[in-house]
């Protein structure tokens, strides 16, 4: 079966960093998508990962390891507007995109 | 540029009752989607289209039918509401099938 885990909620301090990993097992592999989502709005695209590496987006950078089915989120200089759920996605072998049941981030002053 | 728009934003139904849900998009994309999400649930795909007159299931299609008659909308149906469609549906819409998908507000329907 397809599997993507990824830790529930994670609580962090303003100003400062934290990772949030995504391990994946999917019927092939055509890319790994970050998404942002707020408590009861849209999941808003944050990046793409389809080759091995870091992948920075200002504040955000977005880290894949193909051979360990592995990815992580990381957010720098975190400010209270970055508290919501952060979801990982895994595009399988038809182009369909299989998601993680997200994490919640929770910022603290 | 409204981006992906979808109708209603709530909805309360009674079980076995029936209505659609609309989706709209302005970017041109030939991609669209319909997924629900459910608490403690990754988003799952009920069914997509690849084009105007075009649709296809996805992961939970049973309860559900689609159309799409014109490029910037996509339909989905619910024919008979159960209490276990209650959820959040969101529409998203993409240019190509390995593109990122751009995803509407939500719509919150309740069945009772």
């Known amino acids: 079966g397809q599997n993507i885990d990824q830790p529930t909620e994670m609580t962090a301090t303003e100003g400062a960093i934290v990772q949030i990993n995504c391990t994946y097992q999917t019927s092939g592999f055509n890319g790994l998508f970050w998404y942002q989502q707020h408590a009861g709005e849209a999941p808003t695209f944050l990046s793409y990962?389809?080759l091995d590496g870091l992948e920075e987006k200002g504040r955000f950078s977005s880290f894949l390891s193909r051979s360990k089915g592995y990815s992580y989120l990381l957010l720098k200089e975190l400010q209270m507007k970055d508290s919501a759920s952060y979801l990982c996605a895994v595009m399988d072998s038809n182009y369909q995109l299989i998601w993680g049941a997200g994490t919640k981030l929770i910022i603290k002053p | 540029n409204a981006g992906v728009t979808q109708t209603p934003k709530f909805r309360v139904l009674k079980t076995g009752q029936s209505m659609t849900l609309l989706c709209a998009q302005d970017m041109n994309h030939e991609y669209m989607y319909w997924y629900r999400q459910d608490p403690g649930m990754g988003l799952r795909l009920i069914h997509y289209?690849?084009?105007?007159?075009?649709?296809a299931k996805g992961e939970v299609p049973d309860g559900y039918n689609v159309s799409r008659l014109k490029k910037q909308n996509f339909l989905l149906g619910l024919e008979s509401a159960a209490p276990s469609q209650t959820s959040v549906y969101f529409c998203a819409s993409g240019p190509a099938a390995q593109e990122t998908q751009y995803f509407g507000p939500g719509t919150r329907l309740l069945v009772l």
């Open positions: 990962n389809v």
């Open positions: 289209s690849v084009g105007e007159g075009t649709t």
